[in-house]
T-cell receptor, first 115, second 113 residues
Framework: DAEITQSPRHKITETGRQVTLACHQTWNHNNMFWYRQDLGHGLRLIHY???????NKGEVSDGYSVSRSNTEDLPLTLESAASSQTSVYFC??????????????FGEGSRLTVL | AQSVTQLGSHVSVSEGALVLLRCNYSSSVPPYLFWYVQYPNQGLQLLLKYTTGATLVKGINGFEAEFKKSETSFHLTKPSAHMSDAAEYFCAVSRSNDYKLSFGAGTTVTVRA
């Protein structure tokens, strides 16, 4: 079955270190998204991509970057981790095109703690 | 810009009682509307969605929601709560010409025996 996987599922790091969270999907979806989940805020969009070599900033993109070199992967990089980036991160994907109904398929999340 | 407001961050119901979760949206164009559920330590799963057509939408696990354009609402209901319904529920909205979803803050449902 097609799926979307995130790694690592749990990570503890120190302030100032670079961290990369991986996201891999096997649905061949054009669209991929990174959200962070924090209590009281729901899910907030960090970055998204509508295809290879396409990346866009979401509402909370400061301190994060992404790259899309192929259809399957959208890694999220924290260039210099800050305590405010302690959160649970979710990757999601969706099909695009004229039949798009907007449904997102989510990974199981990556819990990041920045000390 | 579009936003989603979920009224009540926490709802507690008795097993067998009605579950009602409220969602209001603001959108300048006709939206697509979604309810997702998140069980502990898991990702989000789609419960149901409204895109076009019938305004009463049925989803999985006995849930349904009604799109009311005049009230800009998309409330989620289930006639009889089950212990397995304990989870966090998110309302989300997107525009028909946009692939991004905007999420509400979420409502945690607790089911009492």
């Amino acid at each position: 079955d097609a799926e979307i996987t995130q790694s690592p599922r749990h990570k503890i790091t120190e302030t100032g270190r670079q961290v990369t969270l991986a996201c891999h999907q096997t649905w061949n979806h054009n669209n991929m998204f990174w959200y962070r989940q924090d209590l009281g805020h729901g899910l907030r969009l960090i970055h998204y991509s509508y295809g290879v070599q396409d990346t866009n900033k979401g509402e909370v993109s400061d301190g994060y970057s992404v790259s899309r070199s192929n259809t399957e992967d959208l890694p999220l990089t924290l260039e210099s981790a800050a305590s405010s980036q302690t959160s649970v991160y979710f990757c999601a994907s969706s099909d695009g095109g004229s039949l798009n109904t907007g449904e997102l398929f989510f990974g199981e999340g990556s819990r990041l703690t920045v000390l | 810009a579009q936003s989603v407001t979920q009224l009540g961050s926490h709802v507690s119901v008795s097993e067998g009682a009605l579950v009602l979760l409220r969602c209001n949206y603001s959108s300048s164009v006709p939206p697509y509307l979604f309810w997702y559920v998140q069980y502990p330590n898991q990702g989000l799963q789609l419960l149901l969605k409204y895109t076009t057509g019938a305004t009463l939408v049925k989803g999985i696990n006995g849930f349904e929601a009604e799109f009311k354009k005049s009230e800009t609402s998309f409330h989620l209901t289930k006639p009889s709560a089950h212990m397995s319904d304990a989870a966090e529920y998110f309302c989300a909205v997107s525009r028909s010409n946009d692939y991004k979803l905007s999420f509400g803050a979420g409502t945690t449902v607790t089911v009492r025996a």
